[in-house]
């Protein structure tokens, strides 16, 4: 592939764009500069460089972000920034097109804060996304007032909401302690974990989301950065289970 159209697929430019930064010596393959546009590169694997940074060559992107407070999931924000502004210019770019750049897949509230997926893979975040496929969101969920085992029962046999006659339920809970409960939920209605922990007579003064299927939100991602996922956990998540219903105690410890 020439080195312009590997920028240009990476979201730096238009080709001319691409070419251009070639061009003026502000690109890297290997330690070396190239200032050739039309050089030919294998772009499986290719790291190059461009005004100094190091850039893996990734034909789709699947990355993860540590999502601080105070921001918004929207490309186009009303009171707070937007998640984007977090990322480097090409991942906000790469593609073209009113599509340009990384989507979020769901979102998580202005307040509250975790792990959140992005990626320019339509079918990935369709997965991802997709109520029909199960995929289990665990959220560390800080209350006001003591819970108390009643409370972790009804939410894992379901409450209903107000905007549905359908009762939704957690998958697994745990208690952390009287104010920390560990909740892990396969759906992505609107507020979920807070209507839910309101509807059993509690308030969610704190929210973190810690693991997607199998990916779990590590101290390698402090908040407000992000990193590349690897293959293997792209497969992974691809692959993801739902979570077999579970009943905990108030202890942590399952119920017969």
């Not at 085992?149 to 107000?162: F, K, S």
């Not at 293997?232 to 219903?245: D, I, R």
């Amino acid at each position: 592939m020439h080195l312009q159209d590997i920028l240009f697929s990476q979201g730096f430019g238009t080709r001319r764009v691409c070419a251009g930064l070639i061009q003026q010596g502000l690109v890297e393959v290997g330690g070396c500069l190239v200032q050739d546009a039309l050089a030919d590169f294998e772009p499986h694997g290719l790291i190059f460089k461009v005004q100094g940074v190091a850039w893996p060559y990734q034909e789709r992107a699947y990355l993860m972000l540590h999502k601080p407070a105070g921001y918004e999931c929207s490309q186009k924000p009303g009171m707070y920034p937007s998640i984007y502004t977090l990322l480097p210019g090409p991942l906000r770019t790469r593609g073209g097109g009113a599509a340009a750049g990384v989507q979020s897949v769901g979102r998580l509230d202005q307040d509250t804060t975790g792990l959140l997926l992005l990626s320019d893979d339509g079918k990935f975040i369709h997965r991802m996304s997709s109520p029909r496929h199960h995929v289990p969101k665990r959220y560390e969920v800080i209350t006001k007032h003591p819970l108390d085992a009643t409370q972790v029962e009804r939410l894992l046999a379901g409450v209903v909401l107000d905007d549905s006659p359908v009762p939704v339920r957690a998958t697994a809970a745990e208690l952390v302690s009287d104010r920390h409960l560990q909740l892990t939920l396969t759906e992505g209605k609107y507020h979920q974990v807070k209507r839910m922990v309101a509807a059993v007579g509690n308030r969610v003064v704190a929210l973190h989301r810690s693991r997607i299927g199998p990916l779990v939100l590590g101290g390698d991602v402090p908040p407000g950065s992000w990193r590349w996922l690897s293959a293997a956990e792209v497969a992974a998540l691809s692959s993801a289970q739902p979570v077999v219903a579970a009943r905990v105690c108030p202890s942590g410890l399952t119920a017969d």
